[in-house]
């Protein structure tokens, strides 16, 4: 499945607001087929990172240093026109809110078929035909008459499909899926889950999945990125990751969350203090400040290293994370 | 065996709908027969999807909401219609923690300002107020240095701990929190969850908990309450509920989180529920859940079954699952 270069290569990523660094040094890549998930807490710059793929920072952030490669072709340094035809054709985004990422005055069908128009030139017939294709693969019932409707008219989880298959009408070759089920409830959130792991085997685009969920991450990733203070701190497969976590933050972020096997009504492990806000971190590590193995090597930045195969993380002490939980 | 200090009893919350131009108009049963009782110093959860009727069931309790009919009872006394005067000493007993500790807090109002509101509503004099401030904000974990801050210098972590010190300022005997660690970072629930564990064996406090995050229930509840679409699908001890299951919507429910475990998530049966949450304008007829039900056969769209007994432990509203012969 993983065959030959990746379709998505991010190489030391800097994002800055304001002078700070607050997306520092993220080099990552996914191949076509898999789905790589990049997991953390608000401010540690999962989002901004996927955002700056699609040249979409908020105005006052901009990529300061680093490459961003989809398959041959880097996108830093695009200007609007030329990401324009990269954007809802190559590489799609889908956000947590699919009722507010879609225009409420267009009906749906005509939203899913918009990027045909655009980028492949197709009548409105033609593509209002693919559209309705569309939307029968991604599990909207009776799509020829959901087309027609507005999205006030259908529910989150229905919303959500209409963006995903509005971001599959161009087979991109990447899909970044930013916290895409966060705004669903539970049992919404499973079908959507499942839809998406239906269409990686069918579609084969390389899927980056932004979310704060461990459930998320495990459920639906191959390989797991995890970011702090916007550094990623480990990274690997999955398995790997969830069985055998070698950072830290990694390891104490798993342990505080309540296992459905665990006991009952017991002290939860905690990390001390709050996640730093950006450009208040430490510097060397930047958890050194809740870290409980923390010492004086940790005044440097310790660089991301292997662990194992495929498995890297960024700690000067790696050996004695696994006496933490 | 003294009285439950909550008890609950076929309480309905029904919202009439305005009629706008060209609708219908109609009515909501948020909450359309829930009956249970809380112990003193336990852990009640409401748990369910949005459109459930678990916050309004908590806002009747604390008057937020009036009842339709059905009764609450606190300590034996019937509050389903207090209010006014009334209404307002029930406060010293009943108190509500948001999710959002951001939008509960008065910018503008210092940490002690907003911890000592309640007792000086309550006619605290001003130098019992500071002491009791200080003594809460050490009860939950804050220094003592945060007292003169503004909620803008404070963590969303430090902000929830101070609405649950205001919460605790007039020694309530009941908690309704109402998704209390939801909207706090995944590092900061578990200490906020071991500060409510802490105060519930210190202060013999009963929790009504609310929460779509079912690991988080099964950590703190004594107790469970499945609810759908304003009616009681399951209900039972935690062990219960969650080991054995019993109503075909509470296995969807908990089968659809995912465990942070990729290993066992792969193996486990999911069991995927297809349609949506109907709407709580026009429910179905029959068992609420008739629409989404993967076992459902034809007396279930005609008429809504009670909650029974079942074999785990729970009791569970399924004309399929539980021996209708046993009502509760």
Redo the contacts between chains.
Sequence with gaps: MSAGAPVLAIDDLVVEIAGNRIVDGVSLSVERGRIRAIVG??GCGKSLTALSILGLLPRAAKVAAGSIRLGARELTGLDEAALAQVRGNEATIIFQEPIASLNPLMRVGAQVAEALILHRGLTMAAAREQAIDMMARVGIPDPARRAMQYPFEL?G??CQRIMIASALICRPSLLIADEPTTAL???????I??LMRTLRREVGAAIVLIT????????LADDVCVMYGGRIVESGP??AI??APRHPYTR???A?????D?A????????EG??PSAGAWPDGCRFRT?CPLADGDCARVPPLSAVAAGHEAACWHVDRAEALA | MTAPLLQVRDLKVHFKLRRGVGEKGGVVKAVDGISFDLEAGKTLALVGESGCGKSTTAYAVIGMERATSGAILFDGRDITHSEGADRAALARDIQIVFQDPSAALDPKMSIADSIAEPMAIAGWPRGDRKKRVAELLDRVGLPATLADRLPSALSGGQRQRVVIARALALSPRLLVLDEPVSALDVSIRSQVLNLLIELQRDLGLAYLFISHDLSVVRHIADEALVLYLGTVAERGPIDALFENPVHPYSQALLSAIPLPDPRAQRERTKIILTGDLPSPLSPPSGCPFVTRCPIKVERCAAARPSLAQTMSGTAAACFLRAGEHVPV
Excluded: C, N, W, Y
Excluded at chain 1, 185 to 191: L, S
Excluded at chain 1, 212 to 219: K, R, S
Excluded at chain 1, 264 to 271: N, P, S, V
């Design positions: 807490e608000s529910s989880g229905m409830d539970v049992t919404i959130q499973a079908q889950l499942e704060h969920d461990m459930g998320v991450v495990a459920d999955v398995d969830f069985a104490l972020l798993l505080t969350i309540p296992k459905l665990g009952r009504k017991t002290a939860l492990r905690t990390i709050m996640v809740r």
